[in-house]
């Protein structure tokens, strides 16, 4: 077994996978099991809060079945990594049920939630733990991750935690060839540490982007080489002005040259987002979102680009 990501080939929870077996919609940011009801390190400005789990197997096999059929999903990208209640045994079962191909994340989510031992844990253990996963297996599996994420920040700016765990993910990303997805609103901040501790901008895909209302900031973000990933759309839900911020937020890096840049995913995160319980689903970015974007003037070129192309490219690490 080796640790380096194999040129052509996505580390998926059931095996290694061709890129080009990978023909359709790709969701590359999505949490198919969850559990962050408690904070993990007691800070007292995080409270518990039990919406902040998802675990419903068959409901959710079902949904992305479905979206196999009615809009060729064909790849879902799972960041619930360490301290996110990831469920690698879970997560093989989904994917072969479903018979959607599943990425599963690795790396250390954000300080509320990491394990205890991350408090005083410098660069090198925490590289060597995100390493572990990668070469052997998560949660007691034989599933090996094929991303590291989500990562960063809870708060406006990372903590020193936070930090020291990004940089042991560059430097797990630049060993491994993984690429990395973060989590929080400072992208810009985030995506500097990462590049600052060698990763390559391309590799990164800077997260929670469609909740910052910041054209300046995602443009930025483009122009470094890093991916724009607009990963909630589902928060927007039948919301009219949020979905067409969202939307705008979209158009204006086409517009400015950057779709090969933009990342796009619904972003189930609850139990109250999925179809079951009344939420509008995994599917809502090809249900509600793409049809608005298609209504917006953006071709069907463009959208091609931005649900397989550009998910894709991240995920490998190539240049476009």
Same mark, same amino acid.
Do not use: F, P
């Given at each position: 077994m080796t640790s380096r990501s194999q040129p052509g080939l996505l580390r998926t929870v059931t095996g290694s996978v061709p890129v080009h077996a990978v023909t359709g919609t790709v969701l590359p940011h999505e949490h198919l099991q969850l559990d962050l009801r408690w904070p993990q390190r007691g800070l007292a400005a995080v409270p518990s809060d039990p919406r902040r789990w998802l675990d419903e197997e068959q409901a959710v096999t079902a949904e992305l079945s479905g979206l196999r059929a009615e809009h060729e999903l064909s790849l879902v990208v799972d960041l619930t990594c360490q301290g996110m209640g990831r469920n690698a045994a879970m997560l093989s079962r989904i994917s072969a049920g479903a018979r959607v191909a599943v990425v599963a994340g690795t790396g250390f989510f954000t300080e509320p939630f990491h394990p205890q031992f991350v408090g005083t844990a410098d660069e090198d253990l925490l590289t060597e733990r995100i390493m572990t996963e990668i070469e052997f297996g998560m949660d007691g599996t034989s599933s090996l991750p094929g991303v590291i994420g989500e990562i960063g920040s809870w708060g406006a700016v990372p903590t020193a935690a936070e930090e020291r765990c990004l940089r042991a993910a560059a430097r797990a990303g630049l060993e491994s060839g993984l690429s990395v997805?973060?989590?929080?609103?400072?992208? /810009? #901040?985030?995506?500097?540490? /990462? #590049?600052?501790a060698g990763l390559p901008a391309e590799r990164v895909a800077v997260g929670q982007l469609d909740l910052v209302d910041d054209a300046g900031a995602h443009r930025k973000i483009a122009e470094m080489g890093a991916y724009v990933s607009f990963g909630s759309l589902g928060l927007a839900g039948q919301d009219a002005a949020a979905l067409g911020a969202r939307v705008r937020h979209v158009l204006e890096l086409l517009e400015a040259g950057h779709g090969d840049r933009v990342l796009l995913s619904t972003g189930i995160s609850r139990m109250t987002q999925i179809k079951r319980y009344g939420g509008s689903g995994y599917g809502y970015l090809m249900d509600v979102f793409v049809p608005a974007l298609r209504a917006a003037g953006v071709d069907e070129a463009a959208l091609r680009t931005i649900l397989h192309d550009n998910p894709l490219r991240w995920l490998t690490g190539t240049a476009g």
């Open positions: 997805a973060t989590y929080g609103r400072a992208g /810009l #901040t985030l995506l500097e540490i /990462l #590049t600052s």
